[in-house]
Antibody, heavy 120, light 111 residues
Framework: QLQLQESGPVLVKPSETLSLTCTVS??????????WGWIRQPPGKGLEWIAN???????YYSPSLKSRVTISVDTSKNQFSLKLSSVTAADTAVYFC????????????WGQGTLVTLSS | QSALTQPASVSGSPGQSITISCTGT?????????VSWYQQHPGKAPNLMIH???KRPSGVSDRFSGSKSGNTASLTISGLQAEDEADYYC???????????FGTGTKVIVL
């Protein structure tokens, strides 16, 4: 059974960089059929897609976050990562990592999510 | 790119059928048969219920069905059960530089 697990600091200071890693178990990231992505959800609000990455390194970013986001993949560790720079209070959210079915464009496996809060 | 529009809440009694709408534009919902639906219980991760407008993953009850007409996709839950009380989100592929747009979310209330 595929499992995804987010990890990283849960408190980030304003203007600093948020860094999260998603560890995939139960299957390889090196898979032609899937992309890997990040989605976030501010407290009490809806879902927002952030970015996707293919195992080859091809990346896709939300236009509204593109200037601040970097997504990367480490196939040797079966992990992919998110960096969001210059964070503000608006970036406080639960961050989910997920697997995306390439070509059919749906998220079929999700991590449990991790709440990242901005705190000075 | 604006979020897809969903009603804030939909309610129904056990056994009834309800439908949640998801309205986009000709650039997303109307242009691709790539709408998916997710169920989210409080404090949990979203769970895929429908993909590619009408397809149901294995393990998802056949009480859940999807459809689309023009720029509006819909999720119907028939034989409503207490366990269906949750938030539901649609998502559409939008191509170009936008890629993916989620809906505003709908809270389903079982009376």
């Amino acid at each position: 059974q595929l499992q995804l697990q987010e990890s990283g600091p849960v408190l980030v200071k304003p203007s600093e960089t948020l860094s999260l890693t998603c560890t995939v178990s139960g299957g390889p990231i090196y898979n032609y059929n899937y992309d890997w992505g990040w989605i976030r959800q501010p407290p009490g609000k809806g879902l927002e897609w952030i970015a996707n990455i293919y195992f080859s390194g091809s990346t896709y970013y939300s236009p509204s976050l593109k200037s601040r986001v970097t997504i990367s993949v480490d196939t040797s560790k079966n992990q992919f990562s998110l960096k969001l720079s210059s964070v503000t209070a608006a970036d406080t959210a639960v961050y989910f990592c997920a697997r995306l079915k390439a070509g059919d464009h749906y998220f079929d496996y999700w991590g449990q999510g991790t709440l990242v809060t901005l705190s000075s | 790119q604006s979020a897809l529009t969903q009603p804030a809440s939909v309610s129904g009694s056990p056994g009834q059928s309800i439908t949640i709408s998801c309205t986009g534009t000709s650039s997303d919902v109307g242009n691709y048969n790539l709408v998916s639906w997710y169920q989210q219980h409080p404090g949990k991760a979203p769970n895929l219920m429908i993909h590619e407008v009408t397809k149901r993953p294995s393990g998802v009850s056949d009480r859940f069905s999807g459809s689309k007409s023009g720029n509006t996709a819909s999720l119907t839950i028939s034989g409503l059960q207490a366990e269906d009380e949750a938030d539901y989100y649609c998502c559409s592929y939008a191509g170009g530089n936008t890629f993916y747009v989620f809906g505003t979310g709908t809270k389903v209330i079982v009376l």
